[in-house]
């Protein structure tokens, strides 16, 4: 299978800090991949990367087999598009809704828009007498819907969701959830999505990759990702899930009081420092990438 997205060995600096420190992935056509991490693992610049909003120090993203860096803007806006975090930043609070929507198709120059931008509304499940709308007369979550209509009027391959439900109450974000999956089946979707919330990845995602400093430590299907962490820093996200059960109180994820800093990444393996496992050799051999039955660990541990 195509895969919609390969990045390879892409690297992003800002000064000292390595936001993004050599990733390669691939997402295949009609995929979920979600990216999890700590705020600061570089999945917000990766993201933006792959749209082509910002570009990489060194390595390459291909979009459909197409290198991103020889696609002229209105180009790569007809293959991927965005999802933002927040509703309420994202939407220019000047334009009404129907002018919100119609603006990927005027950029593309088409005119004629009002039939397709009613159609796209009321796919995202927005009724019509919404269109004449601001943004400031809409709910959180009818904002939100009116930027995946945004995203979505131009007919992309690919859609790229930076926490598109965190500013969200609970109950709207599994309607918009909900929403994505439906949208992903019928217009056969390829989705990158990223998150630090591992139940929305859990329920949207068909493969997980999970940063820390700028790398990818683990990558595999959701399923054996969840039932079977390999990597230490996975393993302590997932302990760090709140549960809804009562009087278990804050669970302790076993990583420390300290936090990483992207301008000052360790020697050897960069997540020895608050490794619950660390052993000799952590803090000076650089882990190789271990790969195995579909899924990748960069961990000393994981090659025994």
């Known amino acids: 299978m195509m895969s919609a997205i390969e990045v390879r060995d892409v690297f992003r600096s800002f000064g000292r800090v390595r936001a993004v420190d050599g990733v390669s992935l691939r997402v295949p056509s009609g995929g979920v991949m979600g990216i999890v991490g700590e705020s600061g693992c570089g999945k917000s610049t990766l993201a933006r990367i792959i749209l082509g909003l910002l570009p990489a120090s060194s390595g390459d993203v291909l979009v459909e087999g197409q290198?991103?860096?020889g696609l002229d803007r209105r180009a790569r806006a007809r293959l991927i598009q965005p999802?933002?975090?927040?509703?309420?930043s994202s939407l220019n609070p000047r334009h009404r809704v129907r002018d919100i929507v119609a603006l990927p198709l005027r950029a593309q120059g088409i005119w004629d828009v009002e039939t397709p931008v009613l159609d796209m509304l009321a796919r995202v499940g927005l009724d019509s007498t919404l269109a004449d709308r601001l943004p400031a007369q809409l709910s959180g979550g009818q904002r939100q819907r009116v930027a995946i209509a945004r995203a979505l009027i131009l007919r992309p391959r690919i859609v790229v969701c930076d926490e598109p439900t965190s500013a969200l109450d609970v109950s709207v974000q599994a309607q918009i959830l909900n929403l994505l999956a439906e949208l992903r089946r019928e217009m056969g979707l390829t989705l990158v999505f990223i998150s630090?919330?591992?139940?929305v990845v859990e329920h949207i995602a068909t493969e997980v990759a999970v940063m820390y400093l700028g790398r990818i430590v683990e990558q595999a299907p959701v399923?054996?990702?969840f039932a079977d962490p390999r990597h230490p820093y996975t393993r302590a996200l997932l302990?760090?899930?709140l549960t809804p059960e009562p009087g278990?109180?804050?669970?302790d994820a076993g990583l420390g009081d300290g936090t990483p800093d992207p301008a000052n990444i360790p020697s050897g393996c960069r997540f020895h420092p608050r490794c619950p496992s660390v052993t000799?050799?952590?803090d000076t051999a650089d882990p190789a990438k271990i790969r195995a039955k579909g899924r990748l660990v960069e961990c000393l541990l994981a090659a025994d």
């Open 248 to 251: 278990l109180g804050i669970p």
């Open 83 to 88: 999802v933002f975090q927040d509703p309420y």
């Open 280 to 282: 000799a050799g952590c």
């Open 239 to 241: 302990a760090s899930v």
């Open 223 to 225: 399923e054996a990702l």
């Open 67 to 69: 290198s991103l860096a």
């Open 196 to 199: 630090h919330n591992l139940a």
